[in-house]
């Protein structure tokens, strides 16, 4: 029997399948859009190529050796890689280590969790993208003094919680102060910060179109069908499961999980910070 997969790799399985199926697309990152690209489901893909050019921006200039942590699909790291870079990456899901594989065979992919890589060597740049969130910030520092070179750099994307009393309609993220404080006490300095917030949060009222117009109508659909051909089953089934689907219910047709929900409690920054620990 195989390791077990959390809820958070499952996800992002789906995830995967869903855009390379509606939007062919590799990446599954949020989108990035602009002025110039209509919030609409099909450009989403656009979006996303968007938003993976202006993490490329960031690079600092000096750069060699680059590790993508939490590399998704490898599609970041395969564009690093034909930029000239040195790439290695970190995928802690085997389905997902296997899609690096097929996107660029040539990718060294290390299958494992941050916490529990063990380096050979140091690099110039570990790069986050939207796998932040998922290490606990002290385990992620005292594995960072292991992997950075000196003067190397930590680039992230991500989303952050701003506020410490309520988590918002939309989970995710480390506290954004706890961030701040913990890359100053682990003396590394900020040399690049973009905002992109309100960039991000037309994604989060795709993701609300799409559950009103179709996972609840799917939702409600199913178990209207059930109910006449199955009706014992069914009444069973409701009775059981009566509290997670009122749960679901909820989470389906809550009006604030959009964009303006997301901005009210959430910023999402692009980030390099320079390690400036000079005992190393």
Known sequence: MGKKIKGSEYGLENITLILNCLVKSEYIHYGYFHNDLETEFWNFGKAQQAYTDKLLSLVPKGVKTILDVGCGTGMVAKLLKSNGYQVECISPSTFLTQKVKDNDPGLTVYECKFEDFKPSKKYDLLLFCESYQYIKLNDLFKKLSECVTRDGYLMLSDIFKT???????????????????????????????MDITENISPTFDLLQNIQIQLLKPLLDNTIRVMSINKPIISKILLKVFHKKLA???????????????????NTYRMQVWQNMFTEQ
Request: glycine share 12%; proline share 4%.
């Open 247 to 265: 749960r679901l219910n909820e989470k389906l047709t809550r009006e604030n999980r959009n964009g303006d929900g997301f901005k009210e409690f």
């Open 163 to 193: 506020n410490p009393n309520n988590r918002g309609p939309i989970g995710g993220g480390h506290l954004y102060n706890d961030h701040i404080e913990i890359c100053a006490r682990s003396h590394y300095t900020l040399i690049a910060d």
